[in-house]
């Protein structure tokens, strides 16, 4: 009984059941992550997939990515994931927590993204003690652009904005986030640890747990600095630059515990989840009969739609309105319908634009760069927009005539003076309207209740409604009287 | 004493084409019983590997290791024998 196949091993350590088995990258690197040799990130990875296991939460656990080497943190956590734009992080958990209270939510961020353009958004979250727990990974610096200096770098260090190191005179000191933060008052526990040894990421990994716990017993915000290891920028062997975080920036960013009210925090009621769908109108006091019908006047089915339109004019000109019961109208009439307004600062005499879209499929994306139907409610518009149309496609032209050197063979160009044409009919400013029914009958999708259904819901004013509603009549009309062909 | 306490308490599995190569694993382990692959991996790293002698299974370069799966450290099972009670026999886990 002494052969070496008889032993038998059991598991002491290894892969957290919160990592993906495999992960959805490049195809030839699934097995591994994206970090570099020696990435403190990876260390910091491990210990809070392995916080979840323990505290077997991977089924409500949220965890809120930065920008940064970090922001791909949804490729390896098997858990909910969401990335937030840089800085925002902590601002993204609140809405996570807030309207799902259940759920353990972690934003994890490094220095340059919590500490320079993220100093507000931690500021406040911290202030308000909301029940989320931060992981603050501290490099010193911004990797993941190539080595600029970052709030937190040493005085002294170099970086490619401070090539002969910082100094406190023109940048400045390292900002002591946790330090600062700890002068909060609501904040339950923040501590500053370490990977400089196995001693203290041994430490790091229990501060990481216990911070996660809080969350899970509702004590209040958290957070974990860590000071981590970047060998590539700091253009270190990975041992090296373990010994230069115990050695070096230890002394700038003393570790230890600068907060923690664990033992006397009292776990706070849970808010209440956010309200259901359904219950949201009667919170905004919008009555039931001036809530969007939502396929009301269902298209024919089988018909498919795939409209991309811009509109473009002068603020005032009702550009966006425009868009709006176009959009709405699409809404009532069941499609996937988008709009995205674009304008300058200026509220009136500057320039206005919107994309709408209305399709029977799912929509990818709201910008709409080469419409097929363009809008253009005065001469400059036409000729930002007119070369972006889809060949085949329709201008719709508040104007006498095409500017001559504007002519592209390609296109349909309705030309009319709909101003003129809107003043006749009782107010200039239903011009709008006449360009939208002949864009309608162009379009051809829509059914008439639904314009009308839009209409109603958007324009408050009767008179308005009226006048809109004989506007688009007169726009339709146009149409048909001047292309006849295209009815049908 | 049965022949179970001649060998490691521990063993390693290194995923080689997981591994970078950064060495903190090396670093890291008390007993110092991992070392670099002559070789180099399909990435052109060469590896963590096991020494040959020496784990205690304690796990420290698991934790060092920046990879989630790259280190698996295994514990040797110590099987009681049936009838524990039985003086001489304490231990016999091969
Ligand atoms: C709004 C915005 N501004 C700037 C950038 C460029 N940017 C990307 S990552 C980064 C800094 C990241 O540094 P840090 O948070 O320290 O993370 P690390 O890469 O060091 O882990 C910056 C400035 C961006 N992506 N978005
Ligand atoms: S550049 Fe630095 S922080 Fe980014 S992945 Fe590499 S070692 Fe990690």
Redesign the pocket.
């Known amino acids: 009984m002494s052969s070496e196949a008889a032993i038998e091993y059991e598991v002491a350590q290894g892969r957290a059941k919160a990592f993906y088995p495999r992960f959805e990258r490049k195809d030839e690197l699934q097995h591994q992550t994206h970090?570099?040799p020696?990435?403190?990130?990876g260390i910091v990875h491990k210990m809070l997939a392995r916080a979840i296991d323990e505290l077997g939460i991977q089924d409500r656990t949220i965890l809120v990515g930065p920008v940064g080497?970090s922001v791909f943190t949804y490729y390896y956590f098997e858990v909910g994931n969401v990335q937030a734009a840089h800085g925002r992080a902590p601002a993204v958990a609140t809405a996570m927590k807030r309207s799902r209270p259940q759920s353990v939510v972690v934003a994890y961020q490094g220095d340059g993204d919590l500490s320079a353009i993220g100093s507000a958004e931690i500021l406040h979250t911290a202030n308000r003690g909301e029940n989320i727990t931060v992981i603050f990974v501290n490099?010193a610096i911004y990797?993941?652009t190539g080595g600029q200096a970052a709030p937190t770098t040493l005085l002294g260090q170099k970086s490619t904005t401070t090539p002969d190191g910082r100094s406190a005179a023109t940048e400045g000191y390292p900002l002591h986030m946790s330090e600062l933060l700890a002068t909060l008052e609501a904040p339950v526990y923040i501590e500053r640890v370490a990977l400089g040894d196995n001693k203290q990421i041994a430490q790091a990994g229990k501060a990481i747990r216990r911070a996660v716990q809080n969350q899970v017993r509702g004590l209040g915000f958290s957070l974990i600095e860590v000071l981590s290891p970047?060998?590539?920028?700091w253009k270190m062997s990975a041992v090296d630059a373990q010994r230069w975080v115990r050695e070096v920036m230890e002394k700038t960013f003393p570790l230890g515990v600068l907060r923690d009210r664990t033992k006397d925090a009292a776990p706070k009621a849970l808010p209440p989840a956010a309200p259901a769908l359904e219950e949201i109108p009667r919170i905004l006091g919008v009555a039931e009969q001036d809530l969007p019908a939502g396929n009301a006047h269902a298209m024919e089915p089988g018909r498919d739609v795939d409209l991309e339109v811009r509109i473009a004019g002068f603020g005032g000109q009702g550009v966006l309105l425009l868009g709006e019961v176009l959009a709405e109208a699409g809404l009532d009439a069941g499609l996937e319908v988008s709009w995205l307004p674009s304008y300058g600062p200026e509220m009136r005499s500057g320039t206005s634009n919107c994309h709408v879209r209305l399709s029977s499929r799912p929509i990818d994306s709201p910008l709409v760069a080469a419409p097929g139907i363009l809008v253009a409610m005065n001469e400059p518009s036409l000729r930002k927009f007119d070369h972006s149309v889809r060949a085949g496609g329709w201008v719709i032209y508040n104007g006498e005539a095409f500017p001559e050197d504007c002519v592209r063979q390609d296109l349909h160009v309705l030309a009319a003076p709909f101003t003129q044409l809107a003043d006749e009919l009782g107010d200039a400013r239903a011009s709008n309207m006449i360009m939208l029914g002949a864009l309608l009958e162009i379009a051809g999708a829509l059914p008439g209740a639904s314009v009308d259904a839009a209409l109603r819901r958007l324009v408050k004013n009767s008179r308005w409604v009226e006048l809109d509603l004989r506007a688009l009549e007169r726009g339709r009309a146009l149409l048909k009287h001047s292309f006849p062909e295209v009815i049908g | 004493m049965t022949e179970a306490t001649k060998h490691d308490r521990g063993q390693l599995r290194i995923d080689r084409d997981e591994c970078k190569g950064c060495g903190l694993c090396i670093e890291a382990c008390p007993p110092k019983a991992i070392r670099l692959s002559e070789g180099l991996n399909h990435y052109g790293y060469r590896t963590a590997e096991y020494a040959g002698a020496g784990c205690t299974a304690c796990g420290i370069c698991f934790m060092a290791c920046p990879e989630p799966g790259a280190i698996t450290v295994l514990r040797v099972i110590v099987h009681r024998a049936v009838g524990v009670a039985a003086e001489g026999i304490s231990c016999a886990s091969n």
């Not at chain 1, 020696?38 to 990130?41: A, M």
């Not at chain 1, 970047?230 to 920028?233: A, F, M, V």
Request: glycine share 14%; net charge neutral; aromatic share 8%.
């Open positions: 970090y570099c020696g990435c403190g990130h080497c490099n990797s993941m970047c060998p590539t920028i």
